[in-house]
């Protein structure tokens, strides 16, 4: 009688010892972020796989609005990282995110950037100029930022002819350096971590355009990965804060 019941128990003992020498599967999150937030995030990505090594990242950067839309039509993504709140709405009304994952991880501002000869020191100065980048308003925050500046401060029908259309706010920058545009509309992270022939000419006030406003999220395929789930709670932690200070965000 022990002998049967030991033989009926013996199964079961290896069924659960081998679930638990199991090695556990590594998970591959696939990460659509704002063009914008490229260097941090990559560090961040870095960072979090340092204390979780089962976790492997899959990225794709690009403007917010091109990103939402992909993510619209079927693209693989688990989180989303968007340059403003317009985007993430978007979604979050299709129902392409899960909404209570939502959070802001990250703030930002605009500046407008130019070779440093450029006798431009406040938005109003930029009338006098020829070419100037903006990401397209249609699809790039940061040219939905700075057109809502030009409007309220007047001076978006002077200027009508003389924007360069750029497909996000990196392309911008790239314009003034090389340039093909006497000043760009950029992120003043970006301006920071890039601008090597051009400087910062003037900060935009903020009173004229909304806040820069990084909020990310899950969508139902990230939901049900534990790392996804794990690595957007990662991103709100004072570690992960000290990291997006280094690339010049901000948390309030």
Same mark, same amino acid.
């Given at each position: 009688?022990?002998?049967?019941?030991? *033989?009926? $128990?013996?199964?079961?003992?290896?069924?659960?010892? %081998?679930? @638990?020498?199991?090695?556990?599967?590594? +998970?591959?999150?696939?990460?659509?972020?704002?063009?914008?937030?490229?260097?941090?995030?990559?560090?961040?990505?870095?960072? *979090?796989? +340092?204390?979780?090594?089962?976790?492997?990242?899959?990225?794709?950067?690009?403007?917010?609005?091109? @990103?939402?839309?992909?993510? +619209?039509?079927?693209?693989? /993504?688990?989180?989303? $990282?968007? /340059?403003?709140?317009?985007?993430?709405? =978007?979604?979050? %009304?299709?129902?392409?995110?899960?909404?209570?994952?939502?959070?802001?991880? /990250?703030?930002?501002?605009?500046?407008?950037?130019?070779?440093?000869?450029?006798?431009?020191?406040?938005?109003?100065?930029?009338?006098?100029? +020829?070419?100037?980048?903006?990401? !397209?308003?249609?699809?790039?925050?940061?040219?939905? &930022?700075?057109?809502?500046?030009?409007?309220?401060? %007047?001076?978006?029908?002077?200027?009508?002819?003389?924007?360069?259309?750029?497909?996000?706010?990196?392309?911008? #920058?790239? =314009?003034?350096?090389?340039?093909?545009?006497?000043?760009?509309?950029? =992120?003043?992270?970006? /301006?920071?971590?890039?601008?090597?022939?051009?400087?910062?000419?003037?900060?935009?006030?903020?009173? #004229? &355009?909304?806040?820069?406003? &990084?909020?990310?999220?899950?969508?139902?395929?990230?939901?049900?990965?534990?790392?996804?789930? !794990? *690595?957007?709670?990662? #991103?709100?932690?004072?570690?992960?804060?000290?990291?997006?200070?280094?690339? %010049?965000?901000?948390?309030?």
């Amino acid at each position: 009688m022990i002998v049967k019941n030991v *033989f009926r $128990i013996l199964p079961v003992v290896l069924a659960v010892f %081998g679930l @638990l020498t199991m090695p556990v599967q590594a +998970e591959e999150i696939n990460l659509f972020a704002a063009a914008s937030m490229r260097d941090a995030v990559d560090a961040l990505c870095d960072a *979090f796989a +340092e204390i979780n090594p089962d976790a492997t990242f899959q990225k794709n950067y690009a403007a917010s609005g091109l @990103l939402a839309k992909q993510i +619209e039509n079927g693209a693989p /993504a688990d989180m989303y $990282i968007s /340059a403003n709140t317009k985007w993430m709405d =978007y979604l979050q %009304g299709k129902k392409m995110v899960n909404a209570a994952s939502i959070a802001v991880i /990250a703030y930002n501002e605009l500046v407008f950037v130019g070779m440093p000869e450029l006798k431009v020191s406040e938005l109003k100065d930029i009338v006098t100029l +020829e070419r100037i980048a903006i990401g !397209s308003p249609m699809s790039v925050p940061a040219g939905q &930022y700075a057109m809502e500046a030009l409007k309220k401060s %007047g001076i978006d029908q002077q200027l009508h002819k003389r924007l360069v259309m750029a497909r996000d706010v990196r392309e911008c #920058l790239m =314009y003034a350096e090389m340039g093909e545009v006497e000043g760009a509309f950029v =992120y003043m992270t970006d /301006a920071k971590q890039m601008a090597k022939n051009t400087r910062v000419l003037f900060v935009v006030p903020q009173e #004229l &355009y909304s806040r820069v406003t &990084y909020p990310a999220a899950l969508t139902a395929s990230g939901s049900a990965k534990i790392q996804a789930a !794990s *690595f957007l709670d990662y #991103l709100r932690t004072p570690a992960a804060q000290k990291i997006f200070a280094l690339f %010049g965000f901000t948390d309030k």
